[in-house]
């Protein structure tokens, strides 16, 4: 972060300066008290499990120079003297506002990314691109909601040339609040799938609450929306600039064709409405992996990157943990780890990427339950099981772990066991840890998935 004068910070967030040097420089912004370093400003948030005004005292011992607070009540008194406080009504929303306003004073392009699936794949992948010429930052790890959108922006500095920053929700109106404190110049929306849909009911209404980033983007920007999501296309009338089309199924503003599984990766042609095409290498696998990149392409060309610098970029791309991630084992066992979400969709596109892949190994399916499917739930893993049937006979076994993949596991007719526990599955598993078996682990994050691949790994 560039540093910030105390005074402007007060400014910024709308508040009072009660105490503290205006001209003192804040280096960093955070609310989480491990993260200070010399020079931060603390914000003490109030509406979790605890309330930050408890820790302002281990906030300066850990190197605050300042707070912003609400509280006047729990300022402690023996607070260093020189120590700086900005007085807020709500210290999230003055957190939310600082950020906001620290966002302009950069003039580089800002692109946002939301959507049920791949968003965070996508985020990656642009990312990866952009940066392939020049500093890019984007958002660490999964910090996209109200707090970490507000955090992520806080983090820019003046070396980067573009911020690619992913904006999650779980409700209708999120979007539009973290839209607004990003202010777009290109955005993208991935897909509109189950994703939260017991919050919202239909996926129409997911759709619009995902369209709540349209409006926010610059009137002279790009909104970039999956073609083969077709909910997409009844709300695409809410951004009036331009809008492009990606898909992998048929002919859009750019797309691709030619998808061919090869050798640590997938190989396809891109092309584009204007006539352009050119074939490329993605060290991923899987029609949704290239479908998924496509954005990267249309963004990288945007910014006036040209087709060699894009092309090799794609063949360096490198995912976040636990996305379609291989891990070989010790015991020469190949684990597919890409339990960190699932929605139907996702977990039907993993399972059929992962049926073209290591024909010479027996292939073991291990799926967890997905989460937040609303009333529907049990319907939605059973239509998982019944669509994986013209694909079951390239599986040794499929295994299901958890309440609501009972449903998959009674809908698939193929060879298969459930079990109520990850222990469970476990015993059952450890015999085809070895050489001649490839596994891919699949669930919700709340199912903890990825602790199976442990426990093998590290089981006598």
């Given at each position: ?76 008194a023996n607070l260093p003297s020189d120590f700086g406080l900005i007085l807020v009504n709500d210290t999230l929303r003055g957190f939310q506002k600082l950020a906001a306003a620290y966002r302009k004073s950069f003039s580089f392009p800002r692109i946002a990314i939301t959507g049920s699936i791949g968003k965070t794949t996508v985020k990656d992948i642009v990312a ?333």
């Amino acid at each position: 972060m560039k540093p910030i004068a105390l005074d402007q910070a007060a400014i910024n967030a709308e508040g009072i300066l009660l105490t503290g040097s205006p001209g003192l420089a804040l280096s960093s912004v955070h609310f989480d008290t491990r993260e200070l370093t010399a020079g931060s400003l603390f914000v003490a948030l109030t509406g979790g499990a605890r309330d930050g005004h408890d820790f302002l005292l281990q906030a300066a011992e850990q190197g605050a120079v300042a707070a912003l607070v609400s509280n006047q009540e729990k300022i402690p008194a023996n607070l260093p003297s020189d120590f700086g406080l900005i007085l807020v009504n709500d210290t999230l929303r003055g957190f939310q506002k600082l950020a906001a306003a620290y966002r302009k004073s950069f003039s580089f392009p800002r692109i946002a990314i939301t959507g049920s699936i791949g968003k965070t794949t996508v985020k990656d992948i642009v990312a990866h691109v952009l940066a392939s010429r020049s500093p890019v930052y984007k958002t660490y790890k999964n910090f996209n909601n109200h707090i970490g959108v507000p955090l992520s922006l806080l983090q820019m500095e003046e070396k980067h040339q573009a911020a690619v920053l992913e904006l999650g929700m779980n409700h209708a109106g999120e979007i539009d609040l973290l839209a607004s404190l990003v202010q777009p110049d290109i955005s993208v929306i991935t897909f509109i799938g189950e994703s939260h849909i017991e919050h919202f009911g239909t996926r129409e209404k997911i759709a619009l609450a995902k369209a709540e980033l349209l409006p926010h983007t610059a009137l002279d920007g790009l909104v970039l929306l999956n073609k083969d999501s077709e909910y997409l296309r009844l709300v695409a009338h809410l951004y009036p600039g331009e809008v492009m089309y990606y898909s992998v199924h048929e002919k859009a503003d750019i797309w691709a064709e030619q998808i061919e599984s090869v050798e640590g990766g997938t190989r396809f042609k891109v092309n584009f409405a204007s006539g352009e095409h050119f074939e490329a290498f993605l060290p991923l696998h899987g029609r949704h992996s290239v479908l998924n990149a496509l954005p990267a392409v249309a963004i990288a060309k945007r910014l006036g990157m040209d087709t060699k610098q894009i092309v090799h970029a794609l063949s360096t791309v490198q995912l976040s943990a636990m996305r379609f991630e291989q891990i070989t084992s010790k015991h020469g066992t190949v684990y597919i780890s890409d339990a960190y979400n699932a929605s139907p969709v996702s977990m039907e596109a993993a399972v059929r990427t992962f049926a073209d892949l290591y024909p010479d190994r027996g292939r073991v399916v291990v799926l967890g339950d997905m989460y937040e499917l609303g009333p529907d739930s049990a319907a939605m893993h059973a239509g998982v099981g019944a669509s994986l049937q013209d694909i079951a006979e390239r599986f040794e076994l499929l295994v299901t772990v958890g309440e609501n993949t009972r449903h998959l596991h009674d809908a698939y007719a193929g060879n298969k066991l459930h079990f109520a526990t990850k222990a469970e599955a476990l015993r059952a598993l450890l015999p085809l840890r070895d050489d001649k078996h490839a596994f891919l682990f699949k669930a919700s994050k709340g199912m903890s998935l990825w602790t199976l691949i442990t426990d093998l790994e590290g089981h006598e």
